[in-house]
């Protein structure tokens, strides 16, 4: 069993800035790709930025230059850092890692319960 666990949401100001964080425990072998999804009132899940274990990252075009992604290997953690927050962010944001529980075993998608971020204009 693997459990993902994000931690930083809340309420921001247009033009502020929030990080969020997301630690994978339980029976970890390794873990691939880790990254943060995040799903507003009304519309679909979107990728929102992907790392792997060498550091090559992924955003989504509307925070490319805002949002930066990064992880700790050491902590099994995945960060968020958020700057220049616009309402339109406004979203649960939900962690996601590639995760192997042993050598043998492919790696399997889980996923945290999600954190809200509100950003007021």
């Known amino acids: 069993q693997v459990a993902l666990v994000e931690s930083g949401g809340g309420l921001v100001q247009a033009g502020g800035s929030l990080t969020l964080s997301c630690a994978a425990s339980g029976s970890i072998f390794s873990i691939n790709a880790m990254g943060w999804y995040r799903q507003a009132p009304g519309k679909q899940r979107e990728l929102v930025a992907t790392i792997i274990p060498g550091g090559r990252t992924n955003y989504a075009a509307s925070v490319k230059g805002r949002f930066t992604i990064s992880r700790d290997n050491a902590k099994n953690t995945v960060y968020l850092q958020m700057n220049s927050l616009e309402p339109e962010d406004t979203a649960v944001y939900y962690c996601?890692?590639?995760?192997?529980?042993?050598?043998?075993?492919?790696?399997?998608?889980?996923w945290g319960k999600g954190t809200l971020v509100t950003v007021s204009s």
């Open positions: 996601t890692a590639e995760v192997m529980t042993s050598w043998n075993t492919p790696p399997m998608d889980s």
